[in-house]
């Protein structure tokens, strides 16, 4: 039993870790769209080009040629396309501007939304009747946003209204990011997906703006800016959340997804001048527990559903 615990305590920890990355990501992707003024094509083609390439060198060295069967079915290939330009590339689009027209902090807030989103997408095309937690969560998470873009003055928006829009989308996106890849995970490495699915959107996002035209003053800032985004927003994180899985189960993993809006959150305020009041603290508080709320309610539900 000790050794059980002692494991579940390990995944928790590295899964904490890959989710307090996406966090530090987060905060320097509003430097670099604010302070640096970096053309979001441009950004968005390196970024995306140049991940894809490692996540594929890594997987070539994991798993050698079989990285290439995910192209031996068109259905695959659909839905690798589908995940490339709906999941990834508009959620990353979509992502940028809310942080751009905004702040990360509240961008990472409306994008942790995907979860309710995927059970409204569920009601929509699938019919399928939804949950009281579910309705629960639901209520909760639209009272916590709603304290995290008023911050208390309900008269007027904290936020500029193209970055709550925005940021909107970014949560529908990152459901689509979630929902999409899922039939080529029943016959891929979960890297390998995401690996081809990162160059495809990077090949596509250099169609409409070559990385090697129009370059932007290139500055340490800008370096070390852009390989953070890229290492500490795509590559380590994932890896360290494969790796939490050998030790605890998805859905214990999956709770410490709450980690990435508080370290924004609290990066934001230490490093951007974010001023944060006890009323969007609050709001924060609101939507995390109604994410947890909604992803347990979820899991007693499946668990009857087997039983």
């Known amino acids: 039993m000790q050794t059980n615990t ?10 904490a870790i890959a989710s307090g990355m996406w966090g530090i990501s987060g905060t320097v992707l509003q430097f670099i769209s604010q302070d640096e003024t970096l053309p979001i094509s441009w950004f968005l083609s390196v970024r995306t080009l140049g991940a894809g390439i490692i996540l594929l060198t890594i997987s070539f060295i994991k798993y050698r040629w079989q990285i290439f069967d995910i192209f031996k079915s068109w259905r ?12 990834l590339m508009a959620n990353l689009i979509t992502f940028f501007i809310s942080v751009k027209t905004g702040n990360a ?8 939304l995907s979860p309710l ?7 929509v095309f699938k019919k399928q009747k939804p949950f009281t937690s579910d309705l629960i969560s639901f209520l909760l998470s639209l009272a916590g946003v709603f304290l995290v873009i008023t911050q208390g003055n309900f008269s007027q928006l904290a936020i500029p209204l193209a970055s709550l829009l925005w ?16 039939p080529v995970l029943r016959t891929a490495s979960p890297i390998v997906v995401l690996g081809w699915g990162t160059f495809l959107a990077g090949v596509f996002f250099n169609l409409y703006h070559p990385f ?19 290492l500490l927003g795509t590559i380590l994180p994932f890896s360290l959340l494969l790796y939490s899985l050998h030790f605890a189960p998805s859905d214990v ?31 924060i508080c609101l939507v995390l527990i109604a994410i947890y709320y909604l992803q347990r309610g979820r899991r007693q539900a499946e668990l009857e559903n087997i039983k």
């Open 6 to 15: 002692s494991k579940i305590i390990k995944g928790i920890f590295w899964a």
């Open 76 to 87: 695959l290939i659909g839905w690798l396309l589908a995940y490339a330009v709906l999941g």
């Open 105 to 112: 902090a509240a961008a990472t807030i409306l994008q942790y």
């Open 117 to 123: 989103f995927i059970v409204l997408g569920s009601l």
């Open 167 to 182: 940021g909107i989308g970014s949560g529908i996106t990152a459901a689509c990011y979630i929902v999409l890849p899922k």
């Open 212 to 230: 090697w035209l129009e370059v932007p003053t290139i500055t340490p800032a800008v370096v070390a800016s852009v390989g953070t985004v890229i």
């Open 253 to 283: 993993v999956s709770i410490m997804d709450a980690v990435q809006p508080i370290v924004t959150s609290i990066l934001s305020v230490i490093f951007l001048s974010l001023k944060m009041n006890w009323v969007e603290v609050l709001g």
